[in-house]
């Protein structure tokens, strides 16, 4: 984030993202290793990952970020990855959800 502050104020640019979030994945074949696909679907679902999530906005807060796109609302997680915020539209809470909007509310406890 700050190498990309640095850039963005050298052109005169506001500071945003696209696409933010952790990206817990398997690459290079680890994709098709089950063991790992599912401890980092584990890891998406657990509850400190809120608290990163939480650490993560304020810390693009802090640096005077503008505009943050989370990459994904709902969505299931796979081998291919965990981007949504909840799992399903039937969800209405999630460790990454709960944190995101009690961080826009002001009403973080992390």
């Known amino acids: 984030m700050k190498g990309q502050k640095t850039v963005a104020e050298k052109c005169g640019l506001p500071l945003i993202c696209y696409e933010a979030g952790q990206h817990l994945v398997g690459v290079g074949g680890g994709e098709h290793h089950e063991a790992l696909s599912k401890l980092l679907i ?3 679902r657990h509850l400190r990952m809120g608290t990163i999530y939480t ?7 802090d640096l005077g ?13 796979s081998k291919w ?4 915020l909840l799992e ?10 709960d944190a995101v909007q009690q ?3 002001g009403r973080s406890t992390h």
């Open 81 to 84: 990855g965990s981007w949504s």
């Open 65 to 77: 970020g503008d505009l943050l796109c989370l990459f994904s609302s709902v969505a299931s997680s």
């Open 42 to 44: 584990a890891a998406n």
């Open 55 to 61: 650490r993560y906005l304020n810390a693009w807060r």
């Open 103 to 105: 961080w826009r509310t």
């Open 88 to 97: 399903g539209a039937d969800e209405t809470s999630s460790p990454k959800f």
